[in-house]
């Protein structure tokens, strides 16, 4: 059974810097797809960013990019979304989300299969 288990959320002032962290068990495919989305109040779900752990390419939305960054650690099937100069606007629930058997970084919530339990961002002063 696949889970993904986030952490790192919370509430922190604008300008501030969260780090989310997911951490994925239960699949055995070699390579997979791995990424953050969002969802805000009244708003559809969201790709935020993704990456392969193909080959390591990425996504990102444009409404992060260069404030937020994507990693992966392979050995522990982790991947991280460093937050950098959070707005106001970037609060919502975010959510760790999985495609297993696929080498891309298309970060459509669509095509994800498995889901975490999401981790709440609020960005307030």
């Known amino acids: 059974q696949v889970q993904l288990v986030e952490s790192g959320g919370g509430l922190v002032q604008p300008g501030g810097s969260l780090r989310l962290s997911c951490a994925a068990s239960?699949?055995?495919?070699?390579?997979?797809?791995i990424g953050w989305f969002r969802q805000a109040p009244g708003k559809e779900r969201e790709g935020v960013s993704c990456i392969s752990s193909y080959d390591g390419s990425t996504y990102y939305a444009d409404f992060v990019k260069g404030r937020f960054t994507i990693s992966r650690d392979n050995a522990k099937n982790t991947v991280y979304l460093q937050m950098n100069s959070l707005e106001p606007e970037d609060t919502a629930v975010y959510y760790c989300?999985?495609?297993?058997?696929?080498?891309?970084?298309?970060?459509?919530?669509?095509?994800?299969?498995?889901w975490g339990q999401g981790t709440q961002v609020t960005v307030s002063s």
């Open positions: 989300a999985i495609r297993p058997n696929y080498g891309g970084s298309y970060c459509s919530p669509g095509i994800y299969h498995y």
């Open positions: 239960g699949f055995t495919s070699d390579y997979y797809a």
